[in-house]
Nanobody, 117 residues
Framework: QVQLVESGGGLVQAGGSLRLSCAASGRTHSSYDMAWYRQAPGKEREFVAVIWWSGGGIYYADSVKGRFTISKDNAKNTVYLQMNSLRPENTAIYYC??????????WGQGTQVTVSS
C-alpha cells in the first residue's frame, strides 16, 4: 500500500503563487506516473498536469499552461506543482495521483487552494 500526503495549499490573492507537494510513502515504486487533478465546488474532478515515469515527459491542461509547473524528486518520492499567476477560478481541492500502469493507482486526500479576487 502507498500513502500520499499533500501539502502547500492555502489562501492566496489573485496573481499570487503557491507550491503544492505530494509525498509518497509505504510500498512505493520508482516507475510511477505522477499527476495533479483538481475539483472545484460543484464541478467534476479535472486533470491539471502529469509527469510520466517513462522518459519524464510532461503534459498540462490548456488552462494552466505557462502558469503551472509540475516536477518531481525521485529520491524523495515527491511530486510538486508550482502554481503562479493564480486566478479565482483556480480555487479547488487539488489531488495528487500516482499510477503504475496496469498495476496500481492511488489518490491523495487533497489540499484546498483558495484564490481571492
Amino acid at each position: 500500500q502507498v500513502q500520499l500526503v499533500e501539502s502547500g495549499g492555502g489562501l492566496v490573492q489573485a496573481g499570487g503563487s503557491l507550491r503544492l507537494s505530494c509525498a509518497a510513502s509505504g510500498r512505493t515504486h520508482s516507475s510511477y506516473d505522477m499527476a495533479w487533478y483538481r475539483q472545484a465546488p460543484g464541478k467534476e474532478r479535472e486533470f491539471v498536469a502529469v509527469i510520466w515515469w517513462s522518459g519524464g515527459g510532461i503534459y498540462y491542461a490548456d488552462s494552466v499552461k505557462g502558469r503551472f509547473t509540475i516536477s518531481k524528486d525521485n529520491a524523495k518520492n515527491t511530486v510538486y506543482l508550482q502554481m503562479n499567476s493564480l486566478r479565482p477560478e483556480n480555487t479547488a481541492i487539488y489531488y495528487c495521483y500516482v499510477k503504475r500502469a496496469g498495476v496500481e493507482e492511488y489518490w491523495g486526500q487533497g489540499t484546498q487552494v483558495t484564490v481571492s479576487s
